[in-house]
């Protein structure tokens, strides 16, 4: 890579100053407040005054479907009014990394030097659905109306197709929930904190055929917020040396998608096309390791999005941990767990905190953040310097940050 | 009272056809040879298509190969119609490779074909099937079925 400014990436790095979470669970209590309580957090923890931060980025909470969209302001004015910049980006589960895109951007640009990206989600108990009325121009609401398909159901078309291309069996796919499972009750701001056994996932009932409930991740509320900033706003801050993201990458997948994923009927033809050189969630990861000049040689962990146990084995071949179909591999041998080679998932995962969708993506990244700082606690990875944290969501959104330090 | 089928979305397969005729219907581009399905009517989508062609009509394949296949064993929220004062039967979905179209198009399994009765790589063939009635404006809501062909 040639000479960079900061020794970062194509625009340069930006710093982490401040991570915030408010715990994942069932709490009863509005978005608003779950965000507030991580941006104060994060804004204690960067040990930058609310009045500083010249931008924040929300990402959207949905409320009341798609004309509900709510964020970035909400954020603002209950932090009181202090006229920031202000910007709220909606991506369904890469929200949060699109906020992270849309602050870093600004960062670099020179628009801003220090930002607070916030996210927080109330869910609603059981499946995720869309917004009411007939909108039969909505590829979402058209795959519940036509089809039933909720998104469990796509995860279980994976896991299946997984078990008759590769092998794969349930009991490989319930090793992940004993592994995030472990991890997560490490992690104070989990939903859940019981280490859970194989013989447990086995027992409990099929959602969507081969995934059984504890393959698949809970809904569930939550919070979390970052505070970014320039590297000379970081060194005038008086911190030398902070955790620096050093890629997003927000690529679109490429025409034509060959996997039948959310919320689609059916994949785009290969016909008059030649099939993209790598899938989707392939392309994510690709772009962030091209951009930070970074190989999967070289990460220290992984966050990834395991909605369900089988799609977290997927995403190791995607991020290049491993060859195709060597995915179970992995987990049986330990690889991916705290103390193997390239742990995944030590936050505990989507299988230990549950979808909080705007929030998720964000609290990747505090723990990518807390494990480069070397604050773990008992999840500490020994040493860690580089990580990734990836995640995708509907309509063609995805989004990988990279962090170093 | 007199019944009325109407198809669940209009123009995406035939109607009033016998089980023989029956097809699930896309649009080709005339220029590039993309085929889309669910149809697409205004804008070719293959990036590298050098345009100027028209989105045509055209029946898909009857038969295809199951890619895979799950089930849903929790009744799915609105707008999916089911009657909640009526015990809950998982459906079966199935997502099927067409060869000639090199797509998969997900649909539900023809009512009693169930997961032990489905393999990845079976043929299956698409079938007209009803999603759901509704007595109140006496409509019989049509949709597609896939099911596995006799061997
Ligand atoms: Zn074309």
């Given amino acids: 890579m040639s000479a960079r400014a900061d020794g970062g990436g194509a625009g340069g ?4 100053l401040g991570t915030g979470m408010h715990a994942w669970g069932k709490w009863g209590r509005s978005f608003v407040e779950y965000g507030v309580a991580a941006a104060r957090a994060a804004l204690a923890d960067a040990g930058v005054d609310w009045r500083d931060v010249g931008a924040v980025v929300g990402a959207d909470t949905v409320r009341g479907g798609y004309p509900g969209y709510v964020a970035g302001a909400t954020f603002a004015r209950a932090l009181g009014w202090q006229g920031a910049r202000v910007m709220s980006v909606y991506a369904a589960c890469a929200s949060g990394a699109q906020a992270i895109a849309a602050a870093r951007a600004q960062i670099l640009a020179g628009l801003a030097d220090v930002v607070l990206v916030v996210g927080a989600d109330a869910a609603p108990k059981g499946f995720f659905a869309p917004a009411g009325g007939e909108r039969p121009d909505d590829p979402d609401w058209l795959r519940f109306r036509v089809l039933g398909a909720t998104n469990p159901a796509y995860f279980g078309l994976l896991a299946r197709r997984r078990m008759a291309v590769h092998g794969e069996t349930p009991e490989d796919f319930a090793l992940v929930k004993v592994k995030n499972a ?24 099929v959602v969507a055929d081969p995934l059984r409930l504890l393959d698949i991740c809970a809904t569930s509320d939550g919070a979390a917020a970052l505070v970014l900033a320039s590297m000379a706003y970081a060194r005038r801050h ?9 890629a997003v990458s927000t690529v679109t997948p490429v025409y034509p998608r060959t996997v039948p994923d959310l919320p689609d009927i059916a994949t785009d033809s290969a016909v008059g096309a030649a099939p993209a050189p790598c899938s989707f969630r392939e392309s994510i990861a690709r772009a962030a390791y091209e951009e930070a000049g970074i190989g999967p040689e070289e990460l220290s962990l992984a966050e990834v999005y395991d909605l369900s146990t089988a799609l977290e084995l997927q995403w190791y071949e995607d991020l290049g941990l491993c060859g195709e179909g060597e995915g179970a591999r992995l987990v049986r041998e330990g690889v991916t767990a705290l103390g193997g080679r390239v742990p995944v998932n030590v936050s505990g995962g989507l299988a230990s905190f549950g979808e909080a969708v705007p929030a998720q993506a964000l609290a990747q990244v505090c723990e990518l953040t807390r494990q480069l700082r070397g604050t773990a606690g008992a999840r500490q990875v020994p040493g860690a310097r580089v990580g990734i944290a990836v995640n995708q969501g509907l309509f063609g959104h995805g989004g990988g940050v990279l962090v170093v330090r | 009272m007199v019944w009325r089928c109407r198809p669940v979305v209009p123009g995406w397969f035939t109607e009033g056809g016998d089980d023989g005729g029956f097809r699930l219907l896309g649009t080709r581009c005339t220029a590039c040879s993309a085929v889309f399905f669910p149809r697409e009517d ?14 045509v009509e055209v029946p898909l394949s009857r038969r295809g190969r199951v890619w895979s296949y799950t089930d849903g064993r929790y009744r799915p929220p609105a707008p999916y119609v089911s009657d ?68």
């Avoid at chain 2, 809950?88 to 074909?113: D, H, I, K, M, S």
């Fill in chain 2, 84 to 151: 909640p004062a009526v015990p809950w039967e998982p459906y079966t979905l199935v997502a099927v490779e067409l060869a000639a179209e090199a797509l998969v198009v997900l649909g539900q399994a023809a009512p009693g074909v169930g997961i032990g009765d489905l393999a990845v790589g079976m043929e299956v063939e698409a079938v007209p099937g009803v999603l759901n009635e509704d007595a109140g404006t006496g409509t019989v809501w049509t949709t597609w079925h896939w099911r596995p062909v006799a061997a």
């Fill in chain 1, 13 to 16: 790095d930006v710093a982490v």
């Fill in chain 1, 238 to 246: 008086g911190v030398a040396d902070p955790v620096r993201v050093r």
């Fill in chain 1, 182 to 205: 472990a991890a997560g009750a490490l992690n104070p701001y989990a939903r859940y904190r019981r280490p859970v056994t194989a013989a447990e996932v086995a027992a409990s009932p």
């Fill in chain 2, 42 to 55: 205004v804008h070719c989508r293959n990036p590298g298509c050098r345009g100027g062609g028209e989105l």
